[in-house]
């Protein structure tokens, strides 16, 4: 059973950075397929990173060149750097293991419990 642990959230002001870290245990980061989510308040979960099993990440439009997904294989966590941060990044964003490479949220079997960013203006 792969258990996923978020931490790293919290509150910015516009223009900020934050890295989000996401533990896995009973699987493996280089394995496994990762992504982040994020879901807005009384919305569905939105796909923001994904990262592939031999290391290649994929990104939405309004992330690119903002945020970076990354892993460390030796302690097996999944990172998701923020930086120029908006408000309208402001969100729960949650990590998910999958057997997939995508951004659907069907194709992940295991999710974290999700860490709040906020952003200010």
């Known amino acids: 059973q792969v258990r996923l642990m978020e931490s790293g959230g919290g509150s910015v002001q516009a223009g900020g950075s934050l890295r989000l870290s996401c533990a896995v245990s009973?699987?493996?980061?280089?394995?496994?397929?990762m992504g982040w989510f994020r879901r807005y308040p009384g919305q569905e979960r939105e796909g923001v990173a994904v990262?592939?099993?031999?290391?290649?990440?994929y990104y939405i439009d309004s992330v690119k060149g903002r945020f970076i997904i990354s892993r460390d294989t030796a302690a097996n966590i999944l990172y998701l750097q923020l930086n120029s941060l908006k408000p309208e990044d402001t969100a729960m964003y949650y990590c998910?293991?999958?057997?997939?490479?995508?951004?659907?949220?069907?194709?992940?079997?295991?999710w974290g419990q999700g860490t709040q960013v906020t952003v200010s203006s």
């Open positions: 990262i592939a099993n031999d290391g290649l990440p």
């Open positions: 009973g699987g493996t980061v280089s394995t496994l397929f």
């Open positions: 998910a293991a999958g057997s997939a490479y995508s951004l659907r949220e069907d194709r992940y079997s295991y």
